[in-house]
Each structure stands twice: as C-alpha cells, then as structure tokens.
C-alpha cells in the first residue's frame, strides 16, 4: 500500500520573546549571548510530535523558533503565513518571563486580532496560577483576548495542544503546575544551527535536570519546577551531546538551577568525560551551583575534566542577616572562600550574583561589603541584582496577599528595577547604589586584581578578558545588565512599546547612527584599557609570582582576623554557630570531612 502523502501543513511557530528598554525599544542584538532553553525544549517536543504524526498522516508540520533577542518578530507576515495554510497552526509564545509578558502581550494582540490561535507559555504565567489565590489582572485580560495559557511543562502534554489547535479549539488554560512529568527518555532539548548561530559563539542548551531542594524566599524555581528532582539520563544528556556535535555545536549551557544538586551529576559528568578524553571531542560547559558543591567530594575536579570552564554562583550576600532574611540558609560565609579558591585552583572562571536591597542594606552597607569582597574572596565576576518580588516567588506572594505596592508594570521585572519600596533606602538612593556598585566593583585597579589573579593561577588570560569587557562595560554603555547584552545592538523604528510614540524617519536614524558610532569609540577604548591591564599582569606575573590576601589558603584563625568573618555582629555570630556545630559533631577536634552528598538545606 502507498504511504500517505500530506495535504495539509500546521504551521507552528514558536517565540521567545524579548523585552522592552528604557526606552521602549525591544532588546535585541546581531548576536545574543545567552541561549533560550525553554525554545528548544518547546521545538524538540514539537519536532518529535511531527515525527509520530499526531495530527494524521495527511498533515505534516512547518516549525519555527525565533528568540526575539537576536531575530525580528514580523507579525503582519506571520498572519499572512497561516492565511496561505488555511489558519491551520498556531503561534506559541514560549518561556515567557515576567519582563517578557508585556513585550509577549504585544505580539499576540494584532495575531489575535487576525484570527491567529496563540498561546503563552513560561514562568509568569505558571508562577502566578501556582502562587496566587486569585487571576491576576494581566492573566485575564490575555483570556480576555482569546490567547490560551499554559502553565507547567510541555513533556507528555504537547499533543493535546497541537490537536486542539488543529481542531480551532484550544482551551482558556492548561494548567499542569500540580502534575510536573518526569525528564528520563523524554525528547531532549534541540534547536537548528541557523537559531544556535544567532548565539554567540554558538551556545546550545539543556537541562539535565529540573527543580531545587532549596527554599530561596525570592526564588521561582521552586514553585515552578518543584523542589524534587527530575533528571533526564545520562544516555539522554550523551545523546544530546553528540547530536549537536553533529552539527558542529560544542558548547553547551546547562541550564539547571543548581547542577550540584542533580542527583546524576557525577555519571553524567563521566560521560562527557570519556567523550572528551578518549575521543578528543572538545566540549565546553557553563554550569550554575551553589555555595557548598566543592564539598561533594569529586565535583570540582570532574567538573574541570568535563569541560566546565564558567561557573555561576548565588553568593547573593555576605551579610548572614541578609541571607537569613531571604531564607537561604545553604549559604555559609565560613564557605564562600574554600569554594572560589577551589574553582580558582581548577581554572574555573567564577561567577557570582549579588542582590542589593536586603532589609539590612543600606548605601554605605552595600560598599562596604563590596570592598570586603575585592579584598578578600577570589571572585572574577561579580553582577548585581535588585531584590526583586519576582511573581511565582514567595516573596511575591507575600507582598500581594499584604496588598503592599509593587510596580504594575511587569517590563521592569527584569531584576535591573527598584519595584518595590525599601524599609530604609528610598527608591533614588537604591538605584543610584546599584549604578554605583558596578562602578565600584569594575574599576581600572580590581580589574588588575583580577588578571594578577588568573595569571597566578594559569587561567587563560585571554578568555577573561572578553567577560571582564561585557561585564564591566555593558550597564555603563549599553544600559542593560550584562546578561541582556549581545553583539551590536539593533533598533526597529516601529518595534517600540504602545503608547510610546513612533519617532520620524529624519530624527530615529541619524540618532542611532551616532549612537553606534559614540557606543564603538567607548567600547574600543575600554577594550584597550582592559587588554593594557591583562598584559601587565601577565608580565609581572613572569617576573614575580602574584599573590594577596584572597589567594591565601585557608586557614581557622583567618576567621578572626578577616574583614568578611567581623565586619558585622551577625558574621561574628555565624562564625561562631558553625564552630559550636562542627565542635559537637567533632568533639576530637578533628575537623569536618566533606558531606559526601549536600541534598537539602541545613
């Protein structure tokens, strides 16, 4: 019998969008640096649903995947794109973070207006139906619009929404938050390499895992994806691997919020490192951890092996009130330099965010702290936060169910807003020290620091340099956090937020001519500056080794001459709680040996 040939072809289009500036211009780059995993894994688990043929044997699928952050969204040709098929498809907007929903918002109005099936997917969405006890009011008038919510994940569930869709009758809501899948054997997270090419230096993603044992009051994850966790395999994760490296991909960010606690970290780092060392297959890894991981006795060193050269870091604070307060009690600062020094010695560039606006926090707080961490902890990356009530946190919920005010514009939950008001700083002083810290932190003389360090512990000084550049110039020229930026901003004179006026042909491009021209000429000039500090410190370090205060190993009595252990009645405290615990499990004296697995929360 004659296979089936397909008369009919869904169109599916998938979308990560982007956000709006200052400005109201949509952030968008010739290259974005940070790739979009809720898009692949939304793209793998459409690409999977088209190969099993779930709408019939007569239909066969057109998919895309844009990330707006590095592609124009053009609406009126994908309106014209689904009236060619029939208004057979559907567009989904996948991923959708908070500060991404009015920019998600925009998008889907002139679709809807134009009969085009949509759908929003991501943490907004499934963070408030998990977290509030009422519709919030920018849900509903997306229900108003006839746009279709998705909260949860897509595993298991991504037929059910491509068949209602087909039908014309997709539901208000699906809501999943309280049936999270399981990951083992389930299509993995995938996007073609003309999308991955959009990334600098061609990052893909995954997630090897899902869900945080933790209890960060000002966390997502844990009311998104749950504290349990679910893992894809290591066949999975190998899998993935070499399909990308197929396609000439090898760079990869694991995209987990916390890969030490995934319960396969080890048999999957093994993996990539019989790939890497018996087959010579040169992967690259970026991970995210937590304070306490060099204490899984292995991870570090297998990390290195496996090809993780970034690691990102919650410091978040090195007040224990602060971290208290947040309820990140996993947070030590008696661990904060065995950790960076262990990260240092494997040649790991380290990470580390950093929020400002604790309770506690006040503007001479905040810079006093940031010098402590210049002086004393072998960091290379420090980024800054607001303290933010990001909705689907606790924090969020805490302040809604008080009815305290928060910023109703969701654009600005982008962790680079005052939101909300501080017990002791006004809204100006803690904008002004956020803006300071930067400045505080990248000077001209800890960048120097910061290459004597690399070179005094062989990392290549060359790939820190190009970090160090994004994130010490990108607030103060690009006025983005340095996770937003890309390569080359772009402008649309008609991508700009509703209500903004549209600027006049005469007016928008010259400006912007003379914004790239003023932005390159400070960009050069910086780039020389920092690669002026990186050769000095590459030829001291020939003449005499380079060492300092942070560098020094770690001793007991350092706790009661360094600045991060006495600056403050509650380090003094903690200091001496966790003397107090490890005297009563060591009563010998001897001290404490590495907790073979850190699983939960002290």
Sequence with gaps: MAASVATRRFQLVLIKPSHYDDDGYVIQWLRSSIPANSLACVHALAADAAERQVLGPDVAFDITAIDETNSRIKVDALVARMRRHGGLGMVGLVGVQSNQFPRAMDIARPLRAAGVPVMIGGFHVSGQLAMLPARPADLQEALELGISLFAGEAEGRIDRVLADAAAGRLAPIYDYMHDLPGLENAPVPFLPRETVGRVFDHHASFDAGRGCPFQCSFCTIINVQGRKSRRRTPDDVEALIRRHWAHGIKRFFITDDNFARNKDWEAIFDRIIKIREEERIDIRLIIQVDTLCHRIPGFVEKARRAGVTRVFIGLENINPANLMAANK??????????????WKTAGVLTYAGYILGFPGDTP???????????????????????????????????????GVAMDPDMNKYDLEHAVTAHPTMSKAEWEAIYREAWETYYTPAHALTIFRRAAATGMGLSRLLAVLFIFSAALRIEKVHPLQVGGFRLKSRRDRRPGLPIEPVWSFYPKVLFEVVAKHVLMAKHWIDLDLLRRKARREQARRPYTDVALTPVTDEETETLDIFTHSEDARRSVAHVRKVDALIHPSGEPSPPHPRIVAAE
């Design 329 to 342: 009690r996993q947070n030590k600062i008696t661990e904060y330099r065995t950790m960076l020094l262990a």
């Design 364 to 402: 001479d707080s905040i810079r006093a702290d940031i010098e402590i961490i210049k002086r004393e902890l072998p960091l290379d990356i420090l980024e800054f936060f607001f303290l933010t009530p990001l909705p689907g946190s606790e924090d969020h919920k805490t302040l809604w169910l008080k």
